[in-house]
C-alpha cells in the first residue's frame, strides 16, 4: 500500500514562490515514477511535472516550464514541486501522483488514469 500527503500549498502574490511536499509511504514506493498534477474550479485536472523513480529524468507541461522544478529526496521518500514567478492561472489544487509501472513517453506521463496512487491535494491561490 502506497500513501501520499501533500503540503506546502498557500495564498501567494503573482510572481512570489511556494515549494509544494509529498510525503511518500510504502514498501516500493522508491521505485515508482513521480507526477504532479493540478485541478482549477471548473476545469479538468491538467499535467503539471513528472520525475522518474531514479530522479534522473523530467518532463514538464509547456505552462510551467522554466518556473517549476520538480525533484525527489531519496533518503526521506519526499517529493517536491518548487514554484517559481507565480501567475494567477497557477490557481488550483496541485495533487502529487505515483506511477508502478513503465510508461514510455508523453502519452502516458500526461494521462491522469496511469497514476496507481494520488494525494489529498492542497490548495495553491495566487492572487494578482
Known amino acids: 500500500q502506497v500513501q501520499l500527503v501533500e503540503s506546502g500549498g498557500g495564498l501567494v502574490q503573482a510572481g512570489g514562490s511556494l515549494r509544494l511536499s509529498c510525503a511518500a509511504s510504502?514498501?516500493?514506493?522508491?521505485?515508482?515514477?513521480m507526477g504532479w498534477f493540478r485541478q482549477a474550479p471548473g476545469k479538468e485536472r491538467e499535467f503539471v511535472a513528472r520525475?522518474?523513480?531514479?530522479?534522473?529524468?523530467?518532463y514538464y507541461a509547456d505552462s510551467v516550464k522554466g518556473r517549476l522544478t520538480i525533484s525527489r529526496d531519496t533518503a526521506t521518500n519526499t517529493g517536491y514541486l518548487q514554484m517559481n514567478s507565480l501567475k494567477h492561472e497557477d490557481t488550483a489544487v496541485y495533487y502529487c501522483?505515483?506511477?508502478?509501472?513503465?510508461?514510455?513517453?508523453?502519452?502516458?506521463?500526461?494521462?491522469?488514469?496511469?497514476?496507481?496512487?494520488w494525494g489529498q491535494g492542497t490548495q495553491v491561490t495566487v492572487s494578482s
Open positions: 501522483a505515483a506511477e508502478r509501472n513503465y510508461c514510455p513517453g508523453y502519452g502516458c506521463y500526461v494521462t491522469e488514469r496511469e497514476y496507481d496512487y
Open positions: 510504502g514498501r516500493t514506493v522508491s521505485t515508482y515514477a
Open positions: 520525475i522518474s523513480w531514479s530522479g534522473g529524468r523530467t
